[in-house]
């Protein structure tokens, strides 16, 4: 089992400097986020996850305890690539919800320009032929041929 | 009461609902050209074919009688929609282009609403003589959910000059049809086909979904799996009359992979069920 034991130990840590800045950008981060926020440019739905974010962000700088849980839970001796793999799966993870987001209301700026060619077929209909509501009577609905 | 479009279980998730026709005008209004036909809609997808789409709606006006016409303007920056208007055609506009397949479905969500029983489409480049589509719609008549207009099959008209392609071209229809026939167990020799004809059933499945960039492809292969009768129908096309088609080897290899992989993903997509 010796090569399990390789990296129980993080040896890597993150400097005073850095964790200085981190905490400093974290700050900035949320500042950022809530002026954002604050002048409309962000619906708050989307904010939170990036609000989350920041604190974590801020958590690491001042308990860098944290950090080297993460490492030791996964395996790594440097604290900085835990920090780095964290970070990017879950960047990987936001953008691919964004996608999902961005398919969906491409999904719906679709439905609506239909809606909208179609409204715009039944205004003009009516107004090309106007005062034929309703004559004759209803027709019954198309029957489904059976197969 | 309000409904979605369809009938479908999982339809209206994410779909925006649509109030039912008697909702959206209070007392219910016949559409004014049902006046004329209550049956059947040709309709044409034209994004910037003015040239062209005069004599498409001429053409469709004289062999589908009794039908009517409308032209779904897919944000043609051109006079294609005026030009269609005073061809006294119906112009579904969308406010900006959507791709082919939003296109399609704006009108098979047109022709559900106006109980429409039969819809007919060709394009509007001129390439698919009306008379064909004529054909098409009788073989929905005759029983087939689906009419699809194929330029490869068998038996086209004998004595009609053969559809003109490049070799690059029939070799990407080759390897498509073979994709799409050994997805769906059925033979297809056309699966780029736009020159259709669909019954309320297949309206139905494909105005739940339907794929904006492949539209032709996909839906054959859409429509199968949800047990649609679809036939294909050997018609005769004409060369284009204007414009030209943007297809190059680099664009229709990535086109056929990426045809591939949404074969791929339609093969694992759970079945609609067809009504």
């Known amino acids: 089992m010796s090569f399990l034991i390789a990296a129980t130990e993080p040896v890597v840590r ?52 944290l950090l080297e ?24 993870a936001l953008s691919l919800n964004f996608s999902v987001i961005a398919s969906r209301q491409s999904k719906q700026i679709t439905r609506l320009a239909q809606q909208s060619a179609i409204d715009g077929v039944e205004e003009e209909a009516a107004a090309v032929r106007p005062g034929e509501p309703a004559q004759g009577e209803k027709k019954a609905p198309p029957e489904q041929v059976p197969r | 009461m309000e409904r979605t ?25 016949r559409h004014p050209c049902q006046n004329r036909c209550v049956k059947k809609l040709v309709f044409i997808p034209a994004w910037n074919e003015e040239k062209s789409i005069e004599a498409v709606i001429a053409d469709a006006r004289e062999h589908v009688p009794g039908a009517d016409i409308m032209v779904v303007d897919d944000g043609s920056t051109d006079r294609t929609p005026e030009l269609a ?27 559900l609403r106006h109980d429409y029983e039969i819809c007919g489409q060709l394009d509007g480049d001129g390439q698919h003589p009306a008379s064909e589509v004529a054909r098409l719609i009788a073989a929905v008549e005759n029983g087939a959910d689906l009419a699809v207009g194929s330029r490869f099959a068998e038996d086209a008209n004998p004595g009609v000059p053969e559809y003109r392609s490049t070799f690059a071209r029939r070799l990407g229809q080759r390897l498509f049809s073979l994709l799409v026939s050994t997805s769906t167990r059925q033979t297809f020799t056309d699966t780029t086909s736009g020159m259709r004809a669909l019954n309320v059933r297949a309206m139905e499945l494909f105005a739940e ?44 290899a990535f086109y056929i992979f990426k045809t591939l992989i949404v074969l791929l993903i339609g093969q694992l997509r759970p079945k609609q069920v067809g009504q």
């Open chain 2, 209 to 252: 979904r339907y794929s904006s960039e492949f539209a032709e492809v996909e839906s054959l292969q859409q429509a199968v799996r949800a047990g649609l009768v679809v036939e294909e129908v050997p018609v005769h096309m004409l060369a284009r009359e204007h414009g030209n088609s943007f297809i190059t080897p680099l664009t229709s």
């Open chain 2, 5 to 29: 479009l369809f009938h479908g279980s999982t339809a209206g998730k994410q779909l925006l609902r649509f109030p039912h026709p008697d909702q959206r005008f209070g007392p219910r209004r």
């Open chain 1, 69 to 92: 849980l993460l490492a030791k839970a996964l395996g790594v001796r440097d604290v900085t690539i835990a920090l780095f793999s964290v970070t990017l799966l879950v960047l990987l």
């Open chain 2, 85 to 111: 208007r005073r061809s006294g055609a119906l112009v579904a506009s969308l406010p900006f282009n959507q791709g082919v397949g939003a296109a399609h479905q704006t009108a098979y969500i047109f022709a």
């Open chain 1, 14 to 65: 993150l400097t005073p400097q850095a964790r200085i800045l981190a905490a400093i950008l974290a700050i900035a981060f949320m500042a950022l986020i809530l002026d954002l926020i604050r002048r409309d440019k962000l619906l708050e739905r989307y904010s939170i996850v990036w609000f989350v974010l920041g604190i974590g962000m801020l958590a690491g700088a001042i308990f860098p305890g």
